[in-house]
């Protein structure tokens, strides 16, 4: 059974830095495409950033490029989303998601079909 867990989501002032962190089970991470995803209050689900499962690519959305960086643990079979310099836009729920099927990096951030979801964390940017 996939289950993921996000943790490190919280309050902080615009300029600082968070760690994101999904721990995932019951399946091996490595082999699925992965990725983070937020959700701001009145708005739609968005891609933040994703990792292919065919190549290892990676992409961002162009509202993150230049201070969010995806990574993943094998050994920990987690997932990470390292934020800086956040601004207040950036605030929202926070959701890592994977896919088995064979999947590009942007394919998976913008049509995540058939993905397995964690219960989200909360981000919050202000001052």
């Known amino acids: 059974q996939v289950q993921l867990v996000e943790s490190g989501g919280g309050l902080v002032q615009p300029g600082g830095s968070l760690r994101l962190s999904c721990a995932a089970s019951?399946?091996?991470?490595?082999?699925?495409?992965i990725g983070w995803f937020r959700q701001a209050p009145g708005k739609e689900r968005e891609g933040v950033s994703c990792i292919s499962n065919s190549d290892g690519s990676t992409y961002y959305a162009d509202s993150v490029k230049g201070r969010f960086t995806i990574s993943r643990d094998n050994t920990k079979n987690t997932l990470y989303l390292q934020m800086n310099s956040l601004k207040p836009e950036d605030t929202g729920v926070y959701y890592c998601?994977?896919?088995?099927?064979?999947?590009?990096?942007?394919?998976?951030?913008?049509?995540?079909?058939?993905?397995?979801w964690g219960q989200g964390t909360q981000v919050t940017v202000s001052s």
């Open positions: 019951g399946f091996t991470l490595d082999y699925y495409a």
């Open positions: 998601a994977v896919r088995q099927a064979i999947t590009t990096a942007q394919a998976m951030c913008v049509k995540p079909q058939f993905a397995s």
